[in-house]
């Protein structure tokens, strides 16, 4: 499929200046799992979660949990944290752009996991319900629920400005300098909203006690979570800009994002030290030399996502993009390692379980993952803003490459 | 009033009257199942078996040794089930059942990670479920009569009451039971005490019972880390205001430094 | 039973042999575990397996199939060689003083009287088992029980062979077991301890299955466990109502009430039958039972002019026809047509695949069941070619107990009145709908189209409507018996007439439905807490109410309570206290009453020796079971020397002991989640989902054996046929050692067939058409197999 099939007819619905995403074979792939993604929902919703996915009463989180919705948080973490960056940071406002696709890609990300939970529940068409009729104040879900349907409300107030940007109507720039005067606020709320989902996501799992495999138990799982979403941020902020910038052929900012470089490192030390710490306290240190496929996996989580970014990270190869790129994506890796074995490794002997994922049921996942990053690119390319100021002001925006 | 029940495994004779009458009372349909290795059957209970008789068979020291344990939900004093519900469907009643308010659920399943006994029990095969549970015969007991299963046993295996009677009556046989019983009542204090207690003439490990589970409270597990967020946002707060009046400052500061002549 | 189920909670110490409690009679766990707890009783369970009850019990002892003899033998001779038993009770209530003919002998396996025939079988002439008898006819007695030929001695001696080490190895057992189970149980031979023996199939399905419960009985006599709070021989009833329908006469030989059935070469006239009355005992009556019961089956029709119509009651030829004969003789076709009645022996019967044949030459065949069982849909299971069966097949479908009203009597005697709770479902009806339509039609067409006899049917007094249904209550009123002129119900059977004044159903029952409106079996009245637990005023125990056969001897011969904690009766100097119906003559002074304790019996006294009536000896004699592994270390015989081996033809497939083709010992039982022969359960989800397939239970060593995983599938095969089912590998099975040898007990249940929701192999493909000399009864219980792997795994169904 070429660049110029690919160029939709306009139609009367929407003006042309409004449809500047471009199809590309790469993108073309991308939708394609999306597709397969939203027929394995409609699946679902007529034929139920046991004839779709692997769960059973065994093991009733499954990939869709973990995944959809524990691992696809943080990877929008890029959303407060560069946000704080940005805003309450000395020198925050060199990181405007970044913060630009933080945020969207952060809301991305949140919508994603939203509508991805909606099938993964039972009931779908009860999914506000919670929120609407009242739930359980004791529930750390109910709590995520609360503080991701607000931080979505912020989100917004946080990417408007990038439609508003492209109106020319005055009220609109008026009402859009205003809300930029208390955007601050917006933004102190979402900071604070994240820091409670983002650790409740750790608290899920700690109802679990020490069921949960040694390896994994952390008196204080939530605080690891919250660390770990907070490193994301700003590793997946390296790991987006390389992609974006490559791909929107946009200067990588090295000397911002190498800035952040030491936090990461910083915050992962402080995290590895902490699990090896309560490890030893809770007398288990003896537990990482136990030859067990647990142990293989429980190594392999803390030297790539933990020793490995590190290293990277507090030496000078931060300076590169190359140096950004491995350490910031080790870090997300890392943080789904962690997630995907506090969920799965370290539960399923406890629970006894038999779940193998079933085809459709990682379909969905993958597809809904393509679908995300697809939605960023028809954001990024439809909101000019988001990119801000290009090298060659004069060169049509296009994509170019895969 | 906590009621509850003290299934007494030593008068237990594995007659399963009580399998078959919480179908009957609560209207489960039988299961596709195939002979297994013993004779528990449905091996594992789901949506639609709420308590089965899990048979053990084995030999120690040269002898052979068959246990019948009861299962099913507890009904924890402080059920971790009620405590992560995000809907608030699950509700410890005033008269100790634990039930499940089937209008409320929307289907998260926190329920079945957090339960400690592996409770309860999802109908995954409709496209609309329903999660599922021993409910203590709420309904019945609500209306003065006791649990089906309770009802049925023949032996008298299962005694329904005040839990702190059967408490005290557990101890009592434990007492008066010349080393017939283990010293334990299990449900006193496992997972932080449930309503629903064994005794046990054959040491526990011989039953299915969960030995290994929690004498704490498991609410508790995420209580202490929720109880904590009011002073996790305070910290976040003024450390983002804080930080934003710094940077604020010096923000102005190196604007005044650069411009010195503008105010 | 002697005794009913809720008296278990006066036991001390229960022996189970040959039946399964827990599993098949969950309620009479209740009341064990309640001795259990307030008496600190002990459990004993002798099981080859290790069943349910097993599993609850104080102490389990293995016992290889069908050597009961040996181990009750083994018991009595502990109890009087150690002055374990009873003392006063067994010389003054039983039979022990008695001297037996000076000619009485056992050697090499025959009592003395053996007529041995042709073909090995063997006939005894009983002369040599009499007592003997002084000028006057009385019998001849040592009160001390030391006389040579006097009962206590001939049995001392007789079971004097039965040594610990004997028993242990005939039985599979440990010495120290046995002797663990002798000491337990025989401190119950002591007047405040009262021992329960609970038996059922596990006993009577064997070639000497009467004899086995002789044995129980005798054990208890010296003991001086019977007419005892706690004590008995209890046989629990496999059935809800069984002990009804045997009480009405299921046995093709007794009229109701345990009347003998008379034959036509013996008893041409009624005056003949009534001859044989006996002259002592409380059967010295029976004439006025049966005129009573001609009454109520001819009405004013039978007269003392036409012998109260003896003429027009069947009456029994020179040939047996017990199940297995009837199937036999369905194999030569002799039979036209059958009814199946609620019987589904397509998958209960013997050698079943031969019995399925059988059904085959029938001309037609009724089947009333609730399903379509397998033998209405035998010419279509396995091995049958239905185009060549020519048999018409009827099912009538039937009513389900909720769906019909009527009584059921329990093991413990009890007659208890059950309402309809719901109409039967589509066309079915109950049974007295039934048998009233059926009758109704016949008596037309022999009114109509006459035929050979048709009086007797045309003459039945059949007054049971009421509107357009037949009443049950008024069968029920038959039934108790009621005056003939007045129609007054009768109140006992010591009312009976035998002048055509009382027309009566069934002896045993009257008392329990006089009247229409209180009928005593509708009666619901508790004991006050803290007394025996007789419940009096609950239901109605035949006969006449009593809940512990044969009470006398619970006192002693002033009347007092052997046990003054368990006080069932006392006499206070002028009358009985009492807490049960008395066995006896409660006015006379308890001095009168001593002489006659089991008045029952015809020498008034307990039977430790029966002089006449058994056909296979006075006492029992261990035998092995007819397929064994292992020759008779006891005696020179193998089997039971009376056992008919029936069928010599295409039932008779046998196979001999120690034939290394078949080397296992087969089993067959029941298990709490089916019913017989799955009839009614395996078409019940809830019950098929617990006990889903037919199985096999090997032990784990004969497992290791054959290289069987459980669950694979292994072929279990006898002379007879073979069946593929999944192994299940359990410590439940183990193999005992038998005189040095190791021999495997592989074991299964009997519930399965093809028809209905849950479907698997029968058991009884297996079984041998063979059965005990005295009730034929076939021997279900003890058989050879050989066991093979089959390849695959999991259930075989269909
Ligand atoms: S046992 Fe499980 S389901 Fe039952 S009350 Fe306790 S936590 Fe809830
Ligand atoms: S009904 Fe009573 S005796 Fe029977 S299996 Fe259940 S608990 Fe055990």
Not at chain 2, 179 to 191: K, L, N, S, T
Not at chain 3, 321 to 349: C, T, Y
Request: charged fraction near 20%; glycine fraction near 10%.
């Amino acid at each position: 499929m070429s660049t110029m099939n690919a160029t939709p007819k306009p139609t009367k619905l929407l003006r042309m200046e409004w449809w500047r995403w471009r199809m590309t074979p790469g993108k073309g792939l991308l939708l394609a799992l999306f597709a397969a993604a939203a027929v394995v929902a409609v699946i679902r919703l007529f034929l139920g979660l046991g004839a779709t996915t692997g769960l059973n009463d065994s093991m009733p989180w499954g990939l869709w949990k973990i995944f959809d919705v524990v691992v696809v948080v943080p990877l929008g973490a890029t959303g407060f944290v560069m946000a704080f960056i940005r805003y309450f940071t000395p020198g925050g406002e060199r990181y405007e752009y970044l913060n630009r696709r933080a945020v969207i890609w952060a809301a991305i990300m949140y919508l994603s996991m939203g509508v991805r939970l909606a099938f993964d529940i039972g009931i779908p068409w009860r999914i506000i319900n919670p929120i609407v009729f009242g739930g359980n104040l004791h529930s750390p879900l109910f709590e995520i629920a609360w503080c991701v349907a607000l931080y979505l409300i912020v989100l917004f107030f946080e990417n408007i400005s990038r439609v508003a940007e492209e109106q020319k109507r005055p009220w609109v720039k008026r009402a859009d300098h205003l809300l930029h005067k208390i955007l601050p606020g917006f933004v102190l709320v979402g900071v604070l909203l994240s820091t409670m989902h983002h650790s409740s996501l750790g608290t899920l799992f700690m109802i679990t006690g020490k069921r949960m495999d040694p390896l994994w138990y952390h008196p204080w799982l939530n605080y690891v979570y919250l660390l770990t979403s907070i490193a994301t941020g700003m590793a997946m902020m390296m790991v987006l800009e390389t992609l974006t910038s490559r791909y929107y052929k946009l200067k990588f900012e090295t000397g911002l994002l190498a800035r952040l470089a030491p936090w990461v490192a910083g915050i992962l030390s402080v995290v590895l030290i902490w699990r090896l710490g309560a490890m030893a306290a809770e007398g288990q240190i003896h537990q990482i030399f136990v030859p067990r496929v647990e142990t293989a996996l429980w190594w392999g989580e803390i030297l790539l996502g933990y020793v490995a970014p590190i290293a990277i990270l507090f030496s000078r190869a931060r300076f590169t993009q190359k140096g950004l790129m491995a350490g910031g994506l080790l870090t997300v890796l890392g943080m789904i390692a962690l997630r995907l074995n506090v969920g799965f490794t370290a539960l399923m002997g406890a629970l006894n379980a038999q779940y193998t994922p079933t085809i459709p049921e990682i379909l969905f996942t993958v597809g809904a993952t393509a679908g995300t990053v697809v939605i960023y690119t028809w954001f990024v390319e439809t909101l000019p803003s988001i990119l801000g100021p290009r090298k060659q002001e004069t060169e049509r925006l296009e994509a170019v490459g895969d | 009033m906590t009621y509850g029940m003290l299934i007494d495994l030593s008068k237990c004779m594995g007659c399963r009257g009580c399998q078959v009458a919480c179908k009957q009372w609560n209207d489960l349909p039988g299961e596709e199942t195939s002979l297994g290795t013993d004779f528990t059957n449905p091996q594992k209970r789901s949506a639609y078996t709420w308590t089965t008789i899990d048979f053990l068979t084995a030999e120690v020291n040269g002898r052979t040794v068959a246990t019948f344990t009861k299962s099913g939900c507890m009904h924890c004093l402080e059920p971790a089930c009620e405590s992560v519900c995000i809907a608030g469907a699950i509700k410890r009643q005033e008269n100790g059942a634990v039930t499940i308010d089937h209008d409320k659920c929307i289907g998260c399943r926190y329920c079945q990670l957090g339960c400690p006994f592996g409770v309860p029990k999802y109908e995954y095969d409709k496209p609309v479920p329903r999660m599922q549970k021993c409910t203590l015969c709420y309904d019945r007991i609500s209306e003065g009569l006791e649990p089906a299963c309770a009802a049925t046993c023949p032996s008298g295996a299962i005694l329904f009451g005040e839990r702190e009677e059967l408490l005290a009556l557990a101890k009592q046989r434990i007492a008066e039971g010349n080393g017939r019983y283990v010293d334990h009542v299990y449900g006193e204090h496992e997972a932080g005490g449930t309503a629903v207690m064994y005794i046990s003439s054959v040491p526990l490990d011989l039953t299915t019972l969960n030995t290994g589970v929690t004498t704490e409270s498991v609410p508790g597990f995420t209580w202490k880390a929720m109880r904590q967020l009011p002073a996790l946002v305070g910290g976040a707060a003024v450390l983002s205001l804080g930080l934003m009046a710094y940077s604020n400052r010096r923000a102005r500061l190196e604007a005044e430094q650069k411009g010195g002549g503008e105010a | 039973m002697t005794n009913h189920w809720n008296d278990y909670q006066n036991t001390d110490v229960f022996m189970v042999l040959g039946t399964n409690p827990a599993e098949n009679h969950p309620i009479s766990m209740r009341w064990i575990d309640k001795a259990r707890e307030t008496r600190g009783a002990k459990l004993i369970v002798v099981d080859p397996k290790f069943n349910r009850t097993a599993a609850k019990a104080d102490l389990y002892v293995q016992i290889r199939p069908g050597t009961d003899i040996a181990f009750l033998g083994g018991l009595m001779n502990y109890a009087m060689t150690h002055g374990r038993y009873f003392h006063e009770y067994v010389a003054k209530y039983t039979n022990a003083s008695y001297l037996i003919h000076p000619d009485f002998k056992f050697e090499d396996g025959l009592f003395s009287g053996a007529q041995v025939g042709e073909d090995g079988q063997v006939k005894y002439d009983t002369t040599t088992w009499q007592y003997q008898r002084d000028e006057e006819g009385n019998v001849r007695k040592d009160p001390t029980l030391t006389h040579p030929q006097c009962v206590f001695q001939l049995m001392k001696k007789h079971y004097a062979r039965y040594t610990p080490e004997m028993v242990a190895e005939t039985c599979g057992m440990s010495v120290e077991e046995f002797i663990e189970v002798a000491e337990l149980f025989t401190s119950t031979g002591r007047p405040d301890k009262a021992g329960n023996i609970m038996y059922a199939m596990g006993i009577t399905q064997s070639s000497h299955g009467s004899q086995n419960v002789r044995a129980v009985a005798m054990l208890q006599l010296l003991l001086g466990n019977i007419g005892i709070p706690g004590g008995g021989v209890n046989a629990h009833r496999g059935e809800s109502n069984v002990q009804g329908s045997t009480d009405m006469a299921m046995l093709w030989n007794n009229l109701p009430g345990y009347l003998p059935m008379p034959s036509a070469a013996a008893h041409p006239t009624l005056e003949a039958y009534q001859a044989t009355t006996p002259k002592s005992g409380y059967w010295s009556n029976r004439r006025k039972f049966m005129v009573s019961l001609l009454k109520a089956w001819w009405g004013e029709n039978a007269t003392a002019e036409n012998d109260f119509a003896y003429d027009y009651l069947p009456k029994l030829d020179h040939r047996d026809h017990s199940h297995m004969s009837i199937f036999e003789a369905m194999g030569r076709g002799e039979l036209k047509g059958l009814f199946a009645w609620g019987q589904n022996f397509a998958v209960g019967g013997p050698n079943v695949t031969r019995e399925r044949s059988a059904l085959a030459n029938l001309d037609w065949l009724v089947v009333v069941d609730l399903f379509e069982t397998e033998t209405a849909a035998f010419w279509k299971g396995p091995g049958m070619n239905p185009e060549e069966i020519q048999t018409e097949v009827f099912l009538l479908p039937a009513a389900a107990s909720y769906e019909k009203c009527g009584t059921v009597t329990n093991s413990g005697r009890w007659i208890q009145w059950r309402d309809k709770a719901v109409e039967p479902m589509g066309d079915a009806h109950d049974d007295l709908w039934i048998a009233d339509r059926l009758y109704k039609k016949l008596r037309e067409l022999y009114a109509t189209e006459g035929g050979a006899f048709p009086d007797p049917i045309l003459k039945l007094h059949w007054d049971y409507d009421d509107g357009d249904h037949p009443s049950a209550e008024k069968v029920a009123f038959e039934i108790n018996g009621y005056t003939w002129d007045d129609r007054v119900g009768l109140t006992t059977f010591g009312n009976l007439q035998d002048d055509g004044s009382t027309a009566c159903g069934c002896w045993i029952y009257s008392g329990y439905f006089d009247n229409f409106e209180t009928p005593k079996c509708r009666s619901r009245v508790k004991d006050e807490p803290g007394t025996l637990g007789t419940h009096l005023g609950w239901a109605w125990a035949w006969p006449v109410n009593r809940r512990i056969l044969y009470n006398r001897c619970s006192v002693d011969e002033h009347g007092q309570p052997w046990d003054p904690e368990r006080p069932l009766f006392r006499w206070d100097g002028e009358k009985f206290i009492a807490q049960d119906v008395p066995d006896f003559v409660a006015t006379n002074p308890p001095e009168v009453s001593a002489q006659n304790p089991f008045i029952m019996m015809q020498e008034g006294v307990g039977a430790l020796w029966s002089p006449s009536g058994m056909k296979d000896g006075p006492i029992p004699e261990h035998y092995e079971p007819v397929e064994s592994p292992v020759t008779n270390r006891l005696n020179k015989r193998q089997f039971n020397p009376v056992t008919i081996i029936s069928g010599k033809g295409e039932f008779g497939q046998l196979t001999r002991a120690e034939d290394p083709n078949f080397p296992y010992i087969c089993t067959t039982y029941r298990v709490t989640e089916h019913w017989q022969s799955g009839a009614m359960t395996r078409s019940l989800p809830w019950l098929g989902e617990m006990m889903p397939d037919m199985f096999v239970e090997i032990s784990p060593s004969l497992a290791a054996k054959l290289g069987v995983q459980p669950g694979d599938r292994v072929e279990v095969t006898t002379v007879r046929g073979s069946l593929v089912a999944p192994a299940m590998v359990t410590p439940r099975m183990r193999p005992v050692r038998v005189h040095g040898r190791e021999v495997e007990i592989v074991g299964m249940p009997w519930h399965w067939g093809f028809m209905g929701q849950f479907t698997g192999a029968s058991a009884n493909v297996l079984t041998p058409h063979v059965g005990d000399a005295n009730t034929q009864i076939p021997e279900y219980k003890a058989f050879l197999c050989n066991v093979k792997k089959a390849g695959g795994s999991g259930p075989v169904r269909g």
